[in-house]
């Protein structure tokens, strides 16, 4: 059975940086792209960032490129997604997700809540 | 790049069929068949319905089904049953500049 267990959410000032973590089983995890996607409360759904399974390719969205880094570890079987100068507008339910292949998300983390505020 | 972009809110009765648009240019939904569809329930994390414009997961009742045509997608959803209530939203590979992008989400009511 797929899993992704993420931890890592949590309220913080405006300015400052939180690693999301999200730790994959049940299927072969170099294999497959990993991404994050999130939601604002009450919003629809924004991707945010994919990594692919080799690390040869990492894309973010135009709202947190240059503040955001993805990065995964095949040994541990683990995503991350360090998210620095939090602004309010990045409050939301991060999910970790699977890539199926064909561009699709085929499993989806729990869901870990992130507030910026002062 | 704008989302893709979706009618906010869609209904219909036990029994009946409903479609769900999903609209975007020839640079995302109509230069790619690469479109999906999540279903959200209330608090919890959306769920792939229908990939690669038509294709079904396995678990996915056949009453779901998808299509597209030039830049528009659809989500059929047949047989409308209380628990398909639910938001759902499209998604589509953009290219290597945007990725993949979202629709606005559809809220799916059933009378």
């Known amino acids: 059975e797929v899993q992704l267990l993420q931890s890592g959410g949590g309220l913080l000032q405006p300015g400052g940086s939180l690693r999301l973590s999200c730790a994959a089983s049940g299927f072969t995890f170099s294999s497959y792209a990993l991404n994050w996607v999130r939601q604002a409360p009450g919003k629809g759904l924004e991707w945010v960032s994919t990594i692919s399974g080799d690390l040869s390719r990492k894309d973010y969205a135009a709202s947190v490129k240059g503040r955001f880094t993805i990065s995964r570890d095949n040994s541990k079987n683990a995503v991350y997604l360090q998210m620095n100068s939090l602004g309010a507008e990045d409050t939301a339910i991060y999910y970790c997700?699977?890539?199926?292949?064909?561009?699709?998300?085929?499993?989806w983390g729990q869901g870990t809540l992130v507030t910026v505020s002062s | 790049q704008s989302a893709l972009t979706q009618p906010p809110s869609a209904s219909g009765s036990p029994g009946q069929s409903v479609t769900i648009s999903c609209t975007g240019t020839?640079?995302?939904?109509?230069?790619?068949?690469?479109v999906s569809w999540y279903q959200q329930l209330p608090g919890k994390a959306p769920r792939l319905m229908i990939y690669a414009v038509t294709q079904r997961p396995s678990g996915v009742p056949d009453r779901f089904s998808g299509s597209k045509s030039g830049n528009t997608a659809s989500l059929t959803v047949s047989g409308l049953q209380a628990e398909d209530e639910a938001d759902y939203y499209c998604?589509?590979?953009?290219?290597?500049?945007?990725?993949?992008?979202f629709g606005g989400g559809t809220k799916l009511t059933v009378l």
């Open positions: 020839s640079s995302d939904v109509g230069g790619y068949n690469y």
């Open positions: 998604t589509s590979y953009a290219g290597s500049n945007n990725f993949v992008l």
């Open positions: 997700v699977k890539s199926s292949g064909w561009y699709a998300f085929d499993y």
